[in-house]
């Protein structure tokens, strides 16, 4: 059964800090990985994807690495803003289907 | 392009009632897939359609059914409320087509549902 993992759960930076969140799953056997950013209240913003096959994406300051062989993955992100305080989600789908398997969050605030 | 709406955006109900949940996915996305999020047990899967067909369906009671309509809007249904039902529901679409594809998942602004 995957399970997710993100490390730290709560996070809080100055601003102008670069940050690194962690994610990791239990199966290596993954089809996608997708990272999410959650406001308060609100539903869910994708910022990256990254295929099986692929190693990073990159978005503005958003860097997400891929380890499938250890079960890992990395959301980097250069020159941190107050506005990039959110829950950050990953998630990671299995063979055919759509079906997501959610990490439990990291909570990052970034303070003026 | 629009992107993925849910309606009603907040619901008050009392236990032992019904509830309907709407999602219209963005325009040819024809698979939908539904979500409940809790502070206790975070973001499960519900269940997943596409071409009005059911694909994969998680861990939840019968009380939970969802269905899609010829048009990809989807619908999810939740019977007998429970207190423990209380959350919020996630819709999502994506432009997967029936192979091995790369399925990004964007997600609608949820409902919010609480069960008094």
């Known amino acids: 059964k995957q399970e997710v993992t993100q490390i730290p759960a709560a996070l809080s930076v100055p601003e102008g800090e670069n940050l690194v969140l962690n994610c990791s799953f239990t199966?290596?056997?993954?089809?996608?990985l997708q990272w999410f950013r959650q406001d308060p209240g609100k539903g869910l913003t994708s910022l990256l994807l990254?295929?099986?096959?692929?190693r990073e994406q990159t978005s503005g300051r958003l860097n997400a690495s891929l380890d499938k062989s250890s079960g890992r993955s990395t959301l980097y992100i250069a020159a941190s803003q107050p506005g990039d305080s959110a829950t950050y989600l990953c998630a990671v789908s299995g063979g055919n289907t759509d079906k997501l398997i959610f990490g439990t969050g990291t909570r990052l605030q970034v303070f003026p | 392009k629009a992107g993925v709406t849910q309606t009603p955006r907040y619901l008050i109900k009392t236990r032992g009632q019904q509830v309907t949940l709407s999602c219209s996915p963005i325009s040819g996305h024809r698979s939908v897939s539904w979500y409940q999020q809790t502070p206790g047990q975070g973001l499960q899967f519900l269940f997943e359609y596409f071409s009005e067909t059911q694909r994969n369906k998680g861990n939840f009671p019968g009380r939970f059914s969802g269905r899609q309509f010829s048009n990809s809007r989807s619908e999810m249904n939740v019977s007998t409320l429970e207190l423990g039902d209380s959350a919020l529901y996630l819709c999502?679409?994506?432009?997967?087509?029936?192979?091995?594809?790369?399925?990004?998942?964007?997600f609608g602004p949820g409902t919010r549902l609480t069960v008094l």
């Open positions: 990254i295929q099986s096959s692929q």
């Open positions: 199966d290596s056997a993954i089809y996608n």
């Open positions: 999502a679409s994506s432009p997967f087509s029936g192979g091995t594809t790369y399925n990004e998942q964007f």
